[in-house]
C-alpha cells in the first residue's frame, strides 16, 4: 500500500527556475517527502553536482534510499529541518550550499495512509507524526491535555472557531472511553460543531491544528530559516514554499526583516500554543541568540510571492494554498 503513495511536487517548474541551479553547485532539499522536487533538482545537475536531502519521516528515508540511494550525487539524512545547520556542517557544506528548498507541510503519502493517522476521511490509529519513532501521538496528548490546552492549540493553528465546543467535547468524551482513532475525533467534532462551513468537513481545522501542534511544525520552520540564511554561499538561494498563512507570514517576516538588515524574530508571528510543546506542557520555542542581534542586510527578496496557476490547481487541489517565496544570501 505504502509504496504506491504519491506525492505531486508543488509549483515544480518555478520552484527549479527558482533556485537558479549551477550544474556543479551543492543543493540542499529540506523537505524530500517523495522526491519530486529532488528529483527535477537532480536532473538539472551535471556529474559534478550535490544534493543532500533531508526529512524526518522513515517512509522518505525509505523512499530517498530507492529512488537515488544508486546516485553519488545524492545524500539522505533522515533529521528534523531544526538540525539544518548541523547536518549541512557534518557533511562540510557551509557557505557553500547554492540553494536550499523547504516545502513545508504534509506529503500526501503521509495524508493518504491511513495507519499515518493525518485524516479525518480515512480511519485509522490518531497519530499525526511526521516522524512516528519520537514524541507523542495525537491520541497521547489528547488523552492528557487540558481543555484549555487543546482549545488554544485548536484556536491558534486552526483559526477554529468552536475551540472551546470541540475541547471540552474532547474532555467530556475521554471520560468514558480513550479517543484512539481518527474517524471517532472527526464525528466527535463533526457533533460538536454547531454549523458546518460549505463544502469543508468540519473537522478540517482542527485536524490541522493538531498535526502542526504534534510536529512543532511552525517552531521547526522559524528554528530553520536562520540556519538556512547562515549556511548559503553568497548568491545562493533560498526558496521556501508554504501552505498555512501563518507558515507564509513567518517567511515573508523573515525574508523582509533580513533585506533590511532589522533584528529577527521581531514581533514575533508565531502565537502562544508555542509555548507548549508536543513533548512536554512547556517548552517554549527559544529563538537562536544570534538571532536577537542587529547585523547588516543578509538577504535580498527575489521577486514577489509565487501562486500556483489555475492548470496546476485544477490537477492537484492540494496545491492551493500554496505560496512560494525566494531570498538570496548576499554576502
Ligand atoms: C510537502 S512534503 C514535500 C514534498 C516534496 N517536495 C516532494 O516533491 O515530494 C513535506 C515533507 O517535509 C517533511 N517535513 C515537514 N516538516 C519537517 C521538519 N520540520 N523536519 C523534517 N522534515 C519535515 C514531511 O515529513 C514531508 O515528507
Not at 518555478?14 to 529532488?38: N, Q, S, W
Request: hydrophobic share 40%.
Amino acid at each position: 500500500m505504502r509504496a504506491v503513495l504519491s506525492h505531486q511536487a508543488v509549483l515544480l517548474q518555478e520552484t527549479i527556475a527558482a533556485l537558479k541551479i549551477r550544474p556543479d553547485g551543492a543543493y540542499v532539499d529540506g523537505t524530500f517527502g517523495r522526491g519530486g522536487h529532488a528529483r527535477a533538482m537532480l536532473a538539472s545537475l551535471g556529474p559534478r553536482g550535490r544534493l543532500l536531502a533531508l526529512d524526518r519521516d522513515p517512509a522518505a528515508e525509505r523512499c530517498a534510499g530507492e529512488c537515488f540511494g544508486a546516485d553519488a550525487r545524492f545524500v539522505f539524512e533522515r533529521a528534523t529541518l531544526s538540525r539544518l545547520a548541523e547536518i549541512v556542517d557534518r557533511h562540510r557544506l557551509r557557505g557553500s550550499i547554492q540553494g536550499i528548498l523547504l516545502d513545508i507541510g504534509v506529503s500526501s503519502p503521509q495524508l493518504d495512509d491511513p495507519q499515518r493517522g493525518f485524516s479525518f476521511l480515512k480511519d485509522g490509529p490518531l497519530d499525526m507524526r511526521m516522524d512516528p519513532t519520537t514524541g507523542r501521538s495525537a491520541a497521547q496528548w489528547l488523552a492528557s491535555a487540558s481543555a484549555r490546552e487543546i482549545a488554544q492549540v485548536l484556536r491558534d493553528w486552526g483559526e477554529e472557531r468552536y475551540h472551546h465546543r470541540i475541547a471540552k467535547a474532547i474532555v467530556d468524551a475521554r471520560r468514558t472511553a480513550p479517543l484512539t482513532t481518527t474517524s471517532q475525533l472527526a464525528r466527535l467534532i463533526a457533533a460538536a460543531v454547531p454549523t458546518h462551513e460549505p463544502g469543508k468537513h468540519p473537522a478540517t481545522r482542527s485536524f490541522q491544528a493538531i498535526r502542526i501542534f504534534i510536529n512543532q511544525e511552525l517552531a521547526e520552520l522559524q528554528a530553520a530559516l536562520p540556519q538556512a540564511r547562515d549556511v548559503l554561499a553568497p548568491d545562493g538561494r533560498l526558496v521556501v514554499i508554504s501552505f498555512h498563512s501563518l507558515e507564509d507570514r513567518l517567511v515573508k517576516r523573515f525574508m523582509r526583516a533580513q533585506a533590511r538588515g532589522r533584528e529577527w524574530p521581531l514581533d514575533l508571528p508565531v502565537p502562544t500554543a508555542a509555548a507548549t510543546t508536543a513533548h512536554g506542557p512547556t517548552a517554549p520555542f527559544t529563538p537562536h541568540s544570534s538571532l536577537l542581534t542587529p547585523h547588516s542586510s543578509l538577504l535580498r527578496v527575489i521577486g514577489r510571492a509565487l501562486r500556483p496557476t489555475q492548470a496546476e490547481t485544477q490537477g492537484n487541489p492540494r496545491a492551493r494554498s500554496a505560496v512560494l517565496r525566494v531570498a538570496e544570501r548576499l554576502v
